[in-house]
């Protein structure tokens, strides 16, 4: 009897290594995205925030609810949302873009670190629903609410968004400085190993 020898099985190709230069810019141009759209938007709510002190006709009870309010949104969206999850969630997942990334993940890297795909199921959730609630929630709301209401909300998006803009920018100056990258999960999904390095490059948590 003539036994076929088995035939080896075909794996698929592996697809080609991306050159260092084009993972630094896909890089810089998923977390940079980020950072300068939130620089954008204080820069242009920053007059509107302050127009109960140029203006006035502010009763003491509206500045009792222009403190609290945007106080209140600084905690929750700055300190909260922010400061603790989103903005070192970016910094983080930007260094699992290497040489084996998609093209998409490198081309579409903002969404990529913003774990907006490629993510676990309760990051993407997390993910969507703060752009929702930055962009268009905040957009089709804020900009019907009457004077001074409107800037104290305005204030408190100021607050939040400069906070978690400082947080990518210290974060990334670590990265730079000392190789140090941010001490949370980049939630990748299953199946998904992290980068050695990132896991090498951070220090343990006591």
Same mark, same amino acid.
């Given at each position: 009897?003539?036994?076929?020898?088995?035939?080896?099985?075909?794996?698929? =190709?592996?697809?080609?290594?991306?050159?260092?230069?084009?993972?630094? $810019?896909?890089?810089?141009?998923?977390?940079?995205?980020?950072?300068?759209?939130?620089?954008?938007?204080?820069?242009?709510? $920053?007059?509107?925030?302050?127009? =109960?002190? +140029?203006?006035?006709?502010?009763?003491?009870?509206?500045?009792?609810?222009?403190?609290?309010?945007?106080?209140?949104?600084?905690?929750?969206?700055?300190?909260?949302?922010?400061?603790?999850?989103?903005? =070192?969630?970016?910094?983080?997942?930007?260094?699992?873009?290497?040489?084996?990334?998609?093209?998409?993940?490198?081309?579409?890297?903002?969404?990529?670190?913003?774990?907006?795909?490629?993510?676990?199921?309760? +990051?993407?959730?997390?993910?969507?629903?703060?752009?929702?609630?930055?962009?268009?929630?905040?957009?089709?709301?804020?900009?019907?609410?009457?004077?001074?209401?409107?800037?104290?909300?305005?204030?408190?998006?100021?607050?939040?968004?400069?906070?978690?803009?400082?947080?990518?920018?210290?974060?990334?100056?670590?990265?730079?400085?000392?190789?140090?990258?941010?001490?949370?999960?980049?939630?990748?999904?299953?199946?998904?190993?992290?980068?050695?390095?990132?896991?090498?490059?951070? =220090?343990?948590?006591?």
């Amino acid at each position: 009897v003539d036994f076929a020898a088995p035939q080896a099985m075909s794996l698929p =190709p592996r697809p080609p290594a991306r050159r260092p230069c084009c993972v630094a $810019a896909a890089q810089i141009w998923g977390v940079g995205f980020w950072a300068v759209l939130f620089a954008e938007c204080v820069v242009s709510l $920053a007059p509107r925030a302050i127009d =109960p002190f +140029r203006k006035g006709g502010v009763s003491g009870g509206q500045w009792l609810a222009y403190v609290v309010i945007a106080l209140g949104i600084w905690i929750c969206e700055g300190l909260g949302a922010l400061g603790r999850s989103f903005s =070192p969630l970016l910094v983080r997942r930007a260094r699992e873009l290497g040489p084996s990334s998609s093209l998409c993940e490198l081309l579409l890297s903002p969404g990529f670190v913003a774990g907006l795909f490629a993510a676990r199921p309760a +990051r993407l959730a997390k993910s969507w629903l703060l752009i929702a609630v930055l962009v268009p929630g905040l957009a089709a709301t804020v900009p019907f609410m009457p004077y001074p209401w409107r800037s104290m909300v305005d204030a408190g998006v100021v607050l939040g968004l400069g906070w978690g803009t400082a947080v990518i920018v210290v974060h990334s100056m670590r990265v730079i400085l000392k190789g140090r990258w941010p001490e949370v999960s980049p939630d990748l999904p299953a199946g998904r190993t992290e980068w050695p390095e990132a896991k090498e490059g951070s =220090p343990a948590v006591e």
